[in-house]
């Protein structure tokens, strides 16, 4: 009886997300540490309907006394939903500014803008598991099995 419950669970809860769902502006965040070093990442994507994204990633880091804030990246390309799996193509990815930095030199700041501008160029498709969907909130699974959740603007 227990199995027979979870497997109508199972199949209740798979079901293919159609583009529609996914259309519209969803924001997240992820927190990481390493070393000492706090790292935020708080992402802002629009999926639009002619399947084009824009996407914005705000970088927070802060180790010790020094820190940079809201260094900001930003995307765009295309974008597919086939069952239950989204598709990303970043076609192009600039790092325009950092809002504020404090003790950290300019080389570092170069570097860490050229490390996240790299995640893209070097990967530039990506796979996201949808794990859930509604109204007002989504959760990816990345290719690294790490989940984001994301709500609607």
């Given amino acids: 009886m227990k199995s ?3 497997l109508l669970l199972l199949t209740i809860g798979l079901h293919a997300v159609e583009q529609a769902q996914l259309v519209g502006k969803w924001q997240g965040a992820i927190l990481t540490s390493n070393f000492g070093t706090s ?3 708080k992402e802002y994507f629009d999926l639009n309907a002619n399947r084009t994204f824009s996407l914005t990633i705000l970088v927070n880091l802060k180790k010790g006394d020094a820190f940079v804030r809201d260094l900001r990246i930003e995307g765009s390309g295309i974008w597919r939903v086939k069952n239950d799996t989204l598709v990303l193509v970043v076609n192009k ?9 404090y003790l950290i030199s300019q080389e570092s700041l170069r570097n860490l803008a050229n490390t996240f501008k790299h995640r893209f160029e070097s990967e ?3 796979f996201n598991s949808v794990k859930y969907i509604d109204a007002t909130k989504l959760i990816l699974i990345n290719e690294a099995s790490v989940q984001t959740e994301y709500v609607r603007q």
């Fill in 4 to 6: 027979m419950w979870i």
């Fill in 39 to 41: 790292i935020t990442e």
């Fill in 93 to 101: 990815v600039e790092v325009p500014f950092a809002k504020e930095i």
């Fill in 124 to 126: 530039p498709i990506r």
